[in-house]
């Protein structure tokens, strides 16, 4: 095969760039191989260590991906070879090996790479899974992410998620998931569940749970990444599109919620400017897609549509005060109808607060104090805090920042919080703080 001459690319940084890039095609096709999650895994990780012991010595193969796999079949045939149960396997993987796809199976060969992309999709969403289980594999197998990512994202030991990995690829093998292709309803059911993980992941990198770090652009990166490629995959799915658009838009905000030092800017002071156009023309022609598609389909919009919907008005106001606050709230008490989140009510109240004023947002919060979904959710305080301000009560507005305070993990948005409880003396009846905390800004 053919190669670059050796350099400065071909180092082991270079080569887990590619491996990052070309992990989820080449584990996909494995999988189909073989029938076996754990042993396409364990084919595609030797091509790996192929990879770093020979590219920086021989250069980088024009056609990494190809290397990849042609190595991983290579595997499987030594693996099988003698196997008298697997020999037509073994003769199949050799007659492809002799004979590569001629350029008139180009096109085919795509369509069944995306295929077997969609495949290991739905075979890590596999029902047999609990949920932790499957959006681990999907971060894993689908994202591509390594086990200390992963442990990163769930805020938890890479030893849980190791060990989390080998009872689901046992549990896959035990119910012999990668035999059985799901049917029409197991593929929305199992489609929804990949959805949520992308959309638990852009949230984690849009606002860390914990620790130091407000924001973690890398996992919003790859969120957008897998986004991009489910709308390949299935272009005909509305919230598929919806979950791609609310993510772009999101992203182009990324850059302006962080000032210096890494400090919180919150979305009614950031810097407009610094929104990146690319991410926003991007999600609102995303946002297009979505809702043309729910519209030809005869629903109405989804929750990641309408979420996006949210994002759009603000992506279109040039400055904080064009924002069609009425707009909002009409979007999120559609929202609510469709998700029965109590979350969505607190960012509802504040779209009422912000379009008729705080006295609205403030009784619509008061319906929700016993709701046990928000006992512990710190954005129900904070958004609280900031209404009584306004309407200069600071005694209580600064408890409630205190008790915000107390129920975040993120270091970077406690300090925040303790920052608006100790100015409250300083505000007058109805002003705002240079840093507004709404529950929106942070989903």
Not at 28 to 35: I, P, S, T
Not at 223 to 228: C, D, E, M, S, T
Not at 242 to 257: D, V, W
Request: hydrophobic share 45%; with cysteine; aromatic share 4%.
């Amino acid at each position: 095969m053919t190669v670059t001459d050796p350099g400065p690319l071909t180092t082991p940084a270079s080569v887990e760039a590619i491996w990052r890039l070309e992990s989820t095609r080449l584990i996909a096709a494995l999988v189909r191989m073989v029938r076996d999650v754990g042993l396409a895994e364990d084919l595609a990780q030797d091509a790996l260590v192929a990879a770093l012991a020979q590219w920086p010595v021989d250069g980088v193969p024009r056609n990494p991906g190809g290397w990849l796999m042609t190595t991983a079949k290579r595997r499987a045939i030594d693996h099988f070879r003698g196997a008298d149960r697997r020999q037509r396997l073994h003769a199949a993987l050799a007659q492809d090996l002799a004979h590569p796809p001629a350029p008139t199976e180009i096109a085919d060969a795509v369509d069944h790479l995306e295929d077997d992309v969609l495949r290991l999709m739905f075979l890590c969403a596999h029902p047999a899974l609990t949920a932790d289980a499957q959006a681990t594999l999907t971060l894993k197998f689908v994202g591509g992410l390594s086990t200390r990512e992963i442990a990163r994202a769930y805020l938890t030991s890479e030893a849980t998620i190791a060990q989390r990995v080998v009872r689901a690829k046992r549990v896959l093998a035990r119910v012999r998931a990668a035999l059985a292709e799901p049917d029409r309803a197991e593929r929305v059911a199992r489609l929804t569940v990949v959805l949520g993980v992308v959309y638990l992941l852009f949230n984690e990198g849009y606002s860390a749970t914990a620790g130091a770090d407000w924001t973690r652009p890398a996992l919003c990166e790859e969120a957008v990444r897998l986004g991009r490629m489910l709308t390949a995959l299935v272009p005909g799915h509305a919230e598929a599109h919806g979950l791609l658009a609310l993510m772009e838009l999101q992203s182009s905000r990324l850059a302006a919620r962080r000032g210096p030092h890494g400090r919180p800017v919150l979305l009614l002071n950031q810097d407009r400017t610094r929104w990146d156009t690319g991410h926003l023309s991007r999600g609102l022609a995303a946002l297009d897609r979505a809702e043309r598609l729910a519209a030809a389909g005869g629903g109405a919009a989804g929750n990641y549509t309408l979420q996006a919907a949210i994002a759009a008005c603000h992506g279109r106001a040039r400055t904080s005060a064009d924002t069609d606050w009425v707009r909002i709230a009409v979007l999120y008490e559609d929202l609510a109808r469709v998700t029965g989140s109590p979350v969505v009510e607190v960012n509802r109240a504040v779209a009422l607060a912000m379009a008729y004023g705080p006295e609205a947002g403030l009784t619509l919060l008061d319906q929700l104090s016993d709701a046990p979904a928000l006992r512990a959710y710190h954005l129900l305080p904070s958004v609280r805090g900031d209404l009584l301000s306004r309407l200069g009560r600071p005694a209580e507005a600064r408890a409630e920042f205190e008790r915000a305070a107390g129920l975040t993990a993120n270091h970077a948005e406690r300090e925040l919080l303790l920052a608006r409880a100790a100015e409250q003396g300083d505000l007058a009846p109805n002003s705002t703080s240079r840093d507004v905390t709404y529950a929106h800004d942070d989903e």
